[in-house]
């Protein structure tokens, strides 16, 4: 006896189509991912990376400002610069430090018993 291939065929369908609703409900039921942890840390870095710019450029700008005000060589800009990069440098660590929880050195050490 043949088998009708259209038989086969509405069977495969219906195999599928549970494999689908089971896959749909295992997804529903997955929670959500936290995204905002992800773009907490993108603020951050964004905040940290445009302080660090502008002490860069304010200490540029100062600098090319003593410059033109003396009529001197570049050596305002180059030491302008430094600072500006020695005080983006410190608002870095400055920012790191407040985003790290503080740590006690003394590490709790129990009492030794006595006989």
Same mark, same amino acid.
């Given at each position: 006896?043949?088998?009708?291939?259209?038989?086969?065929?509405?069977?495969?369908?219906?195999?599928?189509?549970?494999?689908?609703?089971?896959?749909?409900?295992?997804?529903?039921?997955?929670?959500?991912?936290?995204?905002?942890?992800?773009? /907490?840390?993108?603020?951050?870095?964004?905040? =940290?990376?445009?302080?660090?710019? #502008? @002490?860069?450029? $304010?200490?540029?700008?100062?600098?090319?400002?003593?410059?033109?005000?003396?009529?001197?060589?570049?050596?305002?800009?180059?030491?302008?610069?430094?600072?500006?990069?020695?005080?983006?440098?410190? /608002?870095?660590?400055?920012?790191?430090?407040? =985003?790290?929880?503080?740590?006690? #050195? @003394?590490?709790? $050490?129990?009492?030794?018993?006595?006989?």
């Amino acid at each position: 006896m043949e088998e009708n291939p259209n038989t086969s065929n509405l069977d495969t369908l219906e195999e599928l189509s549970r494999k689908v609703a089971i896959a749909r409900e295992s997804h529903q039921q997955a929670p959500e991912p936290d995204r905002s942890a992800s773009s /907490n840390a993108m603020a951050v870095g964004m905040r =940290m990376a445009s302080e660090f710019v #502008s @002490a860069i450029l $304010v200490g540029a700008l100062l600098g090319f400002g003593i410059d033109h005000w003396l009529k001197s060589t570049p050596i305002g800009l180059i030491i302008g610069l430094g600072i500006g990069f020695a005080a983006g440098v410190t /608002n870095l660590v400055r920012a790191a430090r407040s =985003m790290t929880p503080v740590v006690s #050195s @003394a590490q709790s $050490v129990p009492d030794e018993e006595e006989d």
